[in-house]
Nanobody, 113 residues
Framework: QVQLVESGGELVQPGGSLRLSCTVS????????MDWYRQAPGKQRELVAS???????TYADSVKGRFTVSRDNAKNTVYLQMNSLKPEDTAVYYC???????WGQGTQVTVSS
């Protein structure tokens, strides 16, 4: 059974930072591309960042230079370091293995003063 547990989201002021984590069980984590998505109210889910098992990384233009994705294959965990946060980053953030149908509950990030 595949399980994904996202954590680290909270209310933060504009310009602040957060580190999200996603721990995965039930798959051979190291061979999967891991993606971070986000979904804001009334909007479609958006791909934010991807990291392959070997560490190749891509970002959406909207987060380049501000977000950093990383992974620890020994811990079956993928991270998303988010700096210089903006109100438009407010969303529920999800991780996803291999563009699959496996989803966790997400973690809410709210950027507001």
């Amino acid at each position: 059974q595949v399980q994904l547990v996202e954590s680290g989201g909270e209310l933060v002021q504009p310009g602040g930072s957060l580190r999200l984590s996603c721990t995965v069980s039930g798959i051979i984590f190291s061979i999967y591309v891991m993606d971070w998505y986000r979904q804001a109210p009334g909007k479609q889910r958006e791909l934010v960042a991807s990291i392959t098992g070997r560490g190749k990384i891509t970002y959406a233009d909207s987060v380049k230079g501000r977000f950093t994705v990383s992974r620890d294959n020994a811990k079956n965990t993928v991270y998303l370091q988010m700096n210089s946060l903006k109100p438009e980053d407010t969303a529920v953030y999800y991780c996803n293995p291999g563009r699959s149908s496996y989803w966790g509950q997400g973690t809410q990030v709210t950027v507001s003063s």
